[in-house]
């Protein structure tokens, strides 16, 4: 059965929460990692929305240290107040 | 953040470009047939129908103000229907129809202080990159040596005398952003001393795998300090490319001792005549010497002005190197030779000399 | 406000010569911009002191995109507190950097308005630079850009704004029409430059003609370069008027031809097409005589990057020559095979020429389904370590190939 993107978010989202700032995630890395675990249910392309929903709902964002990361919101450590 | 996405327009890219051409280009857009350079700066494109347009390149500087663009947006307005173009080395180019507006528009250009020229055998506007007015990991300042390096060498802008073109390329630190190496001459930031730690802030500021994790070269690793988690940086390893500051401010690299410039010559990009190449190690290291940086502008004009005298005909930087070979290149620019100019990356037998071919 | 300018005796050194002086920008939007004074005090002091003071800020940008915005905070905010956010956008310039007066003067109204009204015309990649804003006024000049329709380009680990040579607009050499194709690449992947999927960076460049304007050969994941199959037009006439006007045909064009397949007699000039490696030398000397064939196209190449991390490469061939028409179809097909298998095999921060190196030209080109061709080498190899994958046994049909 295939899942919906709602779901495909949703585990995405717990994947970055439990990386905490232990490890960064890049967009591959979930996609790699749903395919892990959903198997066929999933594609690149179902990924990709998950990405997209994910972020435009604000609850992870892009981040920029030498490269691309997904990440849950946090103040960064070169901002000033 | 109270964003409505839903109503939000994205992804709906840059403008047509259709909607910004004049119409003399749309009219012959792909029926040009050859085009002259009627004198420095300014070059007319004739089409098959006969119609002729005339181009003006003027140096931007790069680094302007919103005043400076409404100006060129007046002078667009003046002498060319409103349109204007930009070129892919800061230069602006007015596009004219008419032949009697070229010289009252050169004349607001420099009363307005920018010079015109940059066309053919000359040096246009130096490619460069952000340096001490924006990025983190800036060896040197970027638009104020490039304002001195041009400053002095300006006549070459504004005149065609040179044996072929030579474009010169900042970046100010060896990410090169600008893509650097593959120019006549590129001057390049260099940092020489690892990051220094600030093992105090460092775990209130950064967090230490995502640290260690950002060194390309695996220089980095997690360490008590002083009772307190921080890292330590194997020195030997580092290569000064200053990813772990963009990770964590508690690392900076940047250091007025150790920080300046080097000096490389001889690539290109162009397929005319030679294949491109790259920039080669000319000069390793000149200290940073604000604000007119004179051993830089010493140092870029005697190597113009060696190769400005000594080339052939069309031949560029490189092309001039490789005809009278290295050795002399460094015994007419006096130029010491030392340990840093020989390659020691991967495949470094490969720069080795490995023939008798050899002048003295 | 003019009275607010920080004393800079430094800087002011570099009010004065010929070239256009960057500081005086930087004074003139000071007259109305307090981030302007700030970036003047916080500039002078890293003059007096040979050091940069910036942070890198890698969270900020505009909701829902990934990249186009570079954070920066001043290191020494409680001094320069208006540049203590300092925060650039990147803006996808129009194919060819052509504007009209209105467009430029709106981007500059909205930039009085949202930000420190310092700007790049353009940057590296070819994007209008807003430089300097702070965090809240990123929303809002995203959505006042909006409404004239300009976008925000590339940054991070995405597809970086493309851009090209003025091409077909305004050069006769022009082989291919690059400022289309530009547009329309940039429109397809609209999704891979605004959301990093990749593993790092990835650059189209199109440059025209093999001058390469765009020096796309240097600095593009992939480099499109135009270029022609058959014929050089020549116009002998024209190519007598140069002798007549005092050009030396024999050394300026025939001896710096580098496949020498050049001959002038005095009156008629004979190349032997099959030997010209399409340089361009000839043409750029001549340009009223001598003009690329009509059966054109462009090269494709692969690769190029700045040293960071295995050292620059230049881009080799992949496809000697293709016809460039729209919609592009093939090229489309194989930047799609390449990024699938970039994205799946790359590892963070490693470029796709970077990629090819370590898993070897021969392997990638048989994952995007390309036959290798001489033309992708300067020459064969000279190591004798060739890893074959498979090998016969007794018995084996020799027609038939292990499964791998
Ligand atoms: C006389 C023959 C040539 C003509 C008419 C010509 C034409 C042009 C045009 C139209 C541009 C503007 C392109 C743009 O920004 O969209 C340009 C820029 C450029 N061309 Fe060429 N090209 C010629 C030869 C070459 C050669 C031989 C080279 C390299 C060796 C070269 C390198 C460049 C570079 C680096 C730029 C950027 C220049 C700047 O903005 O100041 N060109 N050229
Ligand atoms: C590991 C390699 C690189 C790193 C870490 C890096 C980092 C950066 C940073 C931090 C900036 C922001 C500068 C600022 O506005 O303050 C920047 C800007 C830029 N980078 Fe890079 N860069 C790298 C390689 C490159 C390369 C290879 C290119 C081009 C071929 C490039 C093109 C640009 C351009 C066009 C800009 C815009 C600023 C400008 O025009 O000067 N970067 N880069
Ligand atoms: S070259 Fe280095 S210092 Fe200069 S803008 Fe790029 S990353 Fe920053
Ligand atoms: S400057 Fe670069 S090489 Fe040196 S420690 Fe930092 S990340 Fe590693
Ligand atoms: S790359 Fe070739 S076609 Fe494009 S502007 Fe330069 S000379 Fe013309
Ligand atoms: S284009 Fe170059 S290789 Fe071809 S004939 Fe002309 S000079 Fe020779």
Redesign the interface.
């Known amino acids: 059965m295939a899942k919906s993107v709602e779901e495909i978010a949703e585990a995405m989202f717990n994947l970055v929460k439990e990386a905490g700032s232990q490890k960064k995630l890049k967009p591959m890395d979930l996609t790699k990692s749903m395919i892990q675990m959903f198997g066929d249910e999933v594609d690149k392309k179902i990924c990709k929305e998950a990405i997209k929903q994910l972020i435009n709902s604000g609850r992870c964002v892009y981040t920029y240290f030498g490269g691309s990361f997904i990440e849950l919101p946090h103040r960064e450590g070169a901002a000033n107040d | 953040?109270a964003?409505d996405?839903s109503k939000?327009?994205?992804?709906?890219?840059?403008?047509?470009?259709e909607?910004?051409?004049?119409p003399i280009?749309k009219e012959n857009?792909?029926k040009?047939?050859?085009?002259?350079i009627l004198k420095p700066g300014v070059m007319v494109?004739v089409s098959e129908s006969g119609a002729e347009?005339y181009?003006v390149r003027s140096?931007?500087?790069?680094?302007?103000?919103?005043?400076?663009?409404?100006i060129?947006?007046?002078l667009?307005?003046k002498y060319c229907g409103?349109?204007?173009?930009?070129?892919?080395r800061?230069n602006?180019e007015f596009?004219l129809t008419k032949k009697e507006n070229i010289d009252p528009l050169i004349k607001d250009l420099k009363a307005l202080?920018?010079?015109v020229g940059g066309i053919g055998n000359s040096i246009t506007s130096i490619?460069h990159?952000q340096?001490?007015?924006?990025?983190?990991?800036?060896a040197t300042?970027a638009?104020?040596i490039?304002?001195?390096v041009?400053?002095d060498l300006?006549e070459y802008f504004e005149n065609m005398k040179l044996p072929g073109k030579l474009r010169i390329a900042l970046?100010c630190c060896?990410?090169?952003?600008?893509?650097v190496?593959?120019s006549d001459i590129a001057i390049l930031g260099v940092h020489r001393r690892p990051p220094r730690i600030d093992h105090a802030n460092l775990k209130?500021?950064?967090?230490i795998?995502?640290v260690s994790?950002?060194c390309?070269?695996a220089a980095i690793r997690p360490a008590t300090v002083n009772g307190k988690p921080s890292v330590e940086v194997i020195e030997e390893r580092c290569m000064f490319?200053a990813?772990c500051?963009?990770?964590?401010?508690?690392m900076?690299l940047?250091?007025?001792l150790n920080?300046g410039v080097s000096i490389w010559v001889g690539?290109k990009?162009?397929?005319?005549?030679?294949e491109?190449m790259?920039s080669k190690l000319a000069i390793p290291f000149i200290p940073?010497n604000?604000?007119?940086w004179p051993e830089v502008t010493g140092a870029i004009r005697n190597i113009v002005e060696l190769w400005a005298k000594n080339a052939r005909?069309?031949e560029r930087m490189g092309e001039w190197i490789n005809r009278i070979g290295w050795p002399k290149f460094f015994r007419m620019t006096g130029i010491e030779f030392r340990k840093e100019h020989i390659d020691d990356?991967?495949h470094a037998g490969l720069t080795f000399k490995r023939s008798t071919h050899l002048t003295f | 406000m003019a009275d607010n300018l920080p004393e800079t005796p430094l800087l002011n050194e570099l009010e004065k010569g010929a070239w256009p002086s960057f500081v005086k920008e930087i004074k003139m939007a000071a007259k109305r911009s307090p981030m302007c004074q700030d970036l003047l005090g916080q500039l002078e002091q890293s003059y007096r002191e040979k050091i940069g003071y910036w942070k890198h800020g890698g969270i900020v940008g505009v909701m829902g995109y990934g990249g186009g915005v570079i954070g920066r905070y001043s290191a020494l905010p409680d001094k320069y507190p208006k540049v203590s956010h300092f925060h650039t956008m990147r803006i996808n310039q129009p194919a060819g950097w052509y504007y009209t007066s209105k467009a430029l003067r709106d981007i500059c109204d909205i930039w009085e308005k949202r930000g420190s009204g310092l700007t790049n015309m353009h940057g590296s990649t070819g994007d209008i630079i807003l430089l300097g804003t702070t965090t809240d006024q990123l929303e809002p000049t995203f959505e006042d850009l909006s409404k004239i329709d300009f976008d925000i380009g590339g940054s991070g680990s995405d597809l970086r704004t493309p851009s090209c040579c003025c091409g077909m607009s305004r050069c006769e050499w022009a082989c291919y029409d690059t400022m289309a194709l530009t547009y329309d690449l940039t429109m397809h992947y609209q999704d891979e430059l605004h959301r990093p999927a990749f593993p790092y960076k990835f650059k189209f460049k199109m440059s025209g003609c093999p001058n390469d304007c765009v020096a796309s050969i240097a600095r593009a994941d992939m480099s499109i370069i135009g270029t022609w199959r058959d014929d050089i037009q020549v116009d002998q006439d024209a190519v007598r008027e140069y002798a007549d006007k005092g050009l030396d045909i024999t050394s300026d064009v025939v001896n710096n031809c580098p496949s020498k397949c050049m001959d002038w007699d005095g009156k008629e000039l004979h190349i032997d097409n099959s030997f010209c490696v399409r340089c361009m030398h000839c043409i750029n000397v001549m340009p009223k005589a001598l003009r690329p064939g009509k059966d054109r196209g462009a090269t494709i190449l692969i690769g190029s990057k700045a040293p960071i991390i295995e050292g620059a490469f230049l881009s080799s061939v992949l496809f000697p020559f293709i016809k460039i028409e729209p919609p592009y179809s093939k090229i489309k097909d194989t930047v799609d095979k390449m990024w699938d298998v970039w994205c799946e095999e790359g590892k963070n921060r490693e470029r796709i020429g970077e990629f090819i190196q370590r898993v070897g030209l021969g392997n990638f080109l048989e994952a995007i389904e390309i036959d290798p061709v001489p033309e992708m080498v300067a020459h064969p190899r000279e190591n004798p370590y060739v890893f074959y994958e498979e090998y016969f046994e007794e018995g084996d049909d020799d027609e038939e190939e292990e499964e791998s």
């Open positions: 953040m964003v996405m939000r327009r994205t992804d709906y890219g840059p403008p047509h470009y909607r910004f051409l004049p280009i857009y792909g040009w047939k050859y085009h002259e494109h347009l181009t140096a931007s500087g790069r680094l302007i103000s919103i005043d400076k663009i409404r060129y947006c007046d667009a307005d409103g349109y204007i173009r930009f070129t892919s800061h602006v596009l202080g920018h010079p490619v990159t340096g001490w007015v924006h990025c983190h990991s800036a300042d638009s104020g490039v304002k001195c041009m400053d300006i970046a060896l990410n090169m952003c600008g893509a190496h593959c209130n500021v950064c967090e795998p995502n994790a950002s390309p070269t490319c990813n500051y963009t990770v964590c401010p508690a900076p940047n250091d007025p920080d690539g990009v162009s397929n005319a005549r030679s491109p790259f940073n604000p604000p007119r005909k069309y990356f991967k």
